[in-house]
């Protein structure tokens, strides 16, 4: 019997699809990988293939996507000192585990998975048709990204939960059939992410353009909050505003605690105007997005330290991926 499962250090992988540039609301999701890279051996990658099962007829922009999704993370102030930034892509191991695992998963398995229906039927409505074999095996593949690292956990919304779970009775299934202790069960790691709701309060979403880009520049912010949706019921300044129902109050939540309460107030109360609410709130995201900036002309400037942290990560993620691999096909014999 193979087995190997402590010798690996406490792991941790997480990935995003690149489909285009960064938003406010994905900041907060990078921050918590930025923390969690102090307590895990942290892997993390641009889902490119991913991207792929849905959007196979539109690949032109997948390279710069890519490139922009690295520059947001590092803008964000990700340290590629303290974690592995890697594309899917370019660990080819990626491909041959989701092949070796499609060989023993059960159609039904795949079938089952809540998202896959769901987002079918999305994607129809759009006039899309995304049932093809690669968008079924979705879910296996990111079986495959998981386990190829032996995590012990992976950053997840409840949303993803059916994923993890799918990974976990694999290694299940893997063990039983090859008699091996190869993988560890991933656990989920939840982290309570607040989310930013769009600037104009419905949910943040690429079709609804309610979303500010972390490489947005002064202008495009001041206009995007100028637009911001804010209580319908108030005319005039003097008008007692209803701050729940307000995109600029929630933002203030995000990035200007300290003034929420006395914003609330004055809102309430008819002793501010929405116009110098939204003034102090693009003063503050402007701040908020200064240094983000700096680093990204940084970045930009200098193409050569980009293609470093990539090809140090893509290094360190394919020496992890061929132990594993070694370690998969000395148990299937192959
Ligand atoms: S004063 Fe501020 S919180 Fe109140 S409705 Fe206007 S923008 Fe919203």
Known sequence: MTEVKTEVKKRLLSGMRPTGRLHLGHSRVVQNWIDLADEYE??????????????????????????????????????????????????????????????LTPLSWLERVPTYKGQLQAFSEKGKDIATYGFLGYPL??????????????????????????????VRRFHHIYDCEIFPEPAPVFSKIDILPGTDNR???????????LSASEDEVNAKVKGMVTDP???????????????VYAYHGFFNKEEQPSICAACKA????????????????????????ARRAELENDPGMLDDIIHEGNAAAREAA???????REAMKI
């Open 141 to 170: 593949l990111m079986a495959a990204d998981i386990l190829m690292y032996r995590p012990v956990g992976v950053p997840v919304g409840t949303d993803q939960m059916p994923h993890v779970e799918l990974a976990r009775e694999l």
């Open 322 to 328: 061929q132990e594993t691999m070694t370690l998969v």
């Open 233 to 247: 019921a108030r005319i005039r300044k003097t008008d007692p505003g209803h701050p729940e129902v307000c995109s």
């Open 42 to 103: 942290a892997f993390y990658f641009t889902a490119d293939w991913h991207a792929i099962t849905t959007a196979w007829d539109t690949t032109e922009m997948l390279r710069e996507n890519k490139r922009q999704i690295v520059i947001d993370w590092l803008s964000v102030g990700l340290d590629p000192k303290k974690c592995h930034i890697f594309h899917q892509s370019d660990v080819k191991e990626h491909a041959e585990l989701h092949v070796l695992f499609s060989m």
């Open 203 to 213: 949910k943040m979403s690429k079709s609804y353009d309610n979303f500010i880009l």
């Open 270 to 293: 008819g002793e501010i105007g929405c116009g110098q609410c939204k003034k102090r709130l693009m003063e503050l995201l402007n701040e908020e997005l200064a240094p983000v900036r």
